[in-house]
């Protein structure tokens, strides 16, 4: 089933308090609702996208830029409210940006997530075996968003230290 009346569009100030509330009732604790608050702050390039119904923030993903061989970003926290899951609201808001990404010049996007979810959309934990960052290992992916970038690429991620006050 799809979710109508669906509207995924770049996150507003007016928006945090929303998408607060979303990240912590869908992880059920605070730790991811507040990564994303301290990280839409800090300094780092930040893409944060919002699904809306009726208005109502229902679903929330974010992108921050990390250090990488090349022009990569972050995708943490993805947050969907419970009653509107499994209808595609997640879905469309990593392809939204996952798109707005490849639009500013990124080349590469990594997660840390569930394999099944995150390899629909291309991510591949092989891709991201080269690269050394602390919570590397069987959940950790990469998604090319330029076809080849990461070929023959290795080395260190630096993550904003919002990432570590989370861990
Ligand atoms: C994970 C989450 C964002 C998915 O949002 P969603 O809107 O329900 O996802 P979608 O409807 O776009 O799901 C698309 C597909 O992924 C599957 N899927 C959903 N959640 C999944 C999960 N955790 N693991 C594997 N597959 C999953 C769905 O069954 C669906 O499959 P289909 O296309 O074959 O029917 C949502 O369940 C959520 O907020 N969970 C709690 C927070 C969380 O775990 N965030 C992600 C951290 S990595």
């Known amino acids: 089933m799809l979710c109508d009346g669906l509207v995924i569009a770049p996150s507003t100030p007016a928006d945090e308090a ?3 509330d979303v990240e912590r009732d869908a992880f059920g604790r605070d730790d991811e609702a507040r ?3 301290a990280l839409m702050a800090a300094p780092a390039w930040t893409l944060s996208v919002v699904a ?4 109502r923030v229902i679903g929330h993903v974010l992108l921050t830029e990390i250090g990488a ?3 990569a970003a972050a995708l943490a926290p993805l947050a969907v ?3 509107y899951r499994e209808m595609q609201v997640g879905s469309r808001l990593v392809a939204d940006a996952l798109e707005r990404a490849r639009q ?3 080349e590469a996007v990594f997660v840390l997530g569930d394999n099944l979810y995150y390899e629909r959309f291309g991510f591949s934990a092989a ?3 080269p690269f050394a960052v602390e919570w ?7 998604l090319e968003l330029v076809p080849g970038a990461l070929a023959g690429k290795a080395g260190r991620l630096d993550y904003p230290p919002a990432f570590f006050a989370a861990a």
């Open 69 to 71: 061989p090349v022009r």
């Open 81 to 83: 409210a419970a009653p």
């Open 104 to 106: 500013a010049g990124f």
């Open 136 to 142: 590397q290992g069987p959940h950790f992916m990469a």
């Open 127 to 129: 891709l991201a075996t």
């Open 18 to 20: 929303a998408i607060f």
């Open 52 to 55: 809306r119904r009726r208005d």
């Open 35 to 37: 990564l994303a608050l």
